[in-house]
């Protein structure tokens, strides 16, 4: 099945910083989805992004499908930006998601 | 986007009891709900994937007979842990997709203990 690595496991960060997180994947998607899951648990839908950017806010994301990658950008964060932050894709050839590891971000203030 | 709930968030049991979690898509149709199991500091783990008035298909490792799945409108989906044992103990959550969305969207959990 496919593969999804995401990076940095951990990150801690002051808060006003800026971040980046990576998600790289093993073969075609044609679904890629971002969340961030609060402390309690809810998956809070970030992007769908199979392909390209999208911003909404401080976030953004970017796909590029042929080098099998995608990045999420934190600008400015808030300690509220804390939590873990999963990539999740579909491979063309499939019917699920498949999740990387997540990322543990914490925001110091 | 599109919601999710799922009920009751939070549950404890004896073992050996059977415990039943419910997944409703509120504004839109659900054509396939997932059920995923998380354990703490790890990711998602697909259990079993429904499409709506047809059985459920387990993931490799997944008891069917243990974890009941039933799929029986476009908006609600159950997820029953026959026998609860104390390491049928997790977080427990629901997705759905369908209607005019091909993402996926995901239910508040519900967290399973077992005595």
């Known amino acids: 099945g496919i593969q999804v690595e995401q990076s940095p496991p951990d990150l801690i960060l002051q808060e006003g910083a800026n971040s980046t997180l990576r998600c790289n994947f093993s073969?075609?998607?044609?679904?890629l989805q971002w969340f961030h899951q609060n402390p309690w648990g809810q998956l809070i839908n970030l992007f769908y992004i199979p392909s390209g950017t999208k911003q909404n806010g401080r976030l953004s994301a970017t796909t590029v499908a042929t080098e099998r990658y995608s990045l999420l950008y934190i600008s400015s964060s808030q300690t509220t930006d804390s939590g873990v932050y999963f990539c999740?894709?579909?491979?063309?050839?499939?019917?699920?998601?498949?999740f990387g590891e997540g990322t543990q971000l914490t925001v110091n203030p | 986007g599109a919601v999710v709930s799922q009920h009751p968030s939070r549950v404890i049991c004896k073992s050996g009891t059977s415990v039943k979690i419910e997944c409703r898509s509120l504004d839109f149709q659900a054509t396939t709900m997932f059920w995923y199991r998380q354990f703490p500091k790890q990711s998602l783990m697909l259990m079993a994937t429904s499409n709506e008035g047809s059985k459920a298909t387990y993931e490799q490792g997944v008891e069917k007979d243990k974890f009941l799945i039933n799929h029986a409108s476009l908006t609600l989906s159950t997820l029953t842990v026959t026998s609860a044992h104390p390491e049928d103990s997790s977080f427990y959550i629901c997705s759905a997709r369908g209607g005019r969305y091909n993402e996926q969207f995901f239910g508040p959990g519900t967290r399973l203990t077992v005595l």
């Open positions: 999740a894709v579909k491979e063309t050839s499939g019917s699920r998601l498949t």
């Open positions: 073969d075609s998607v044609n679904n």
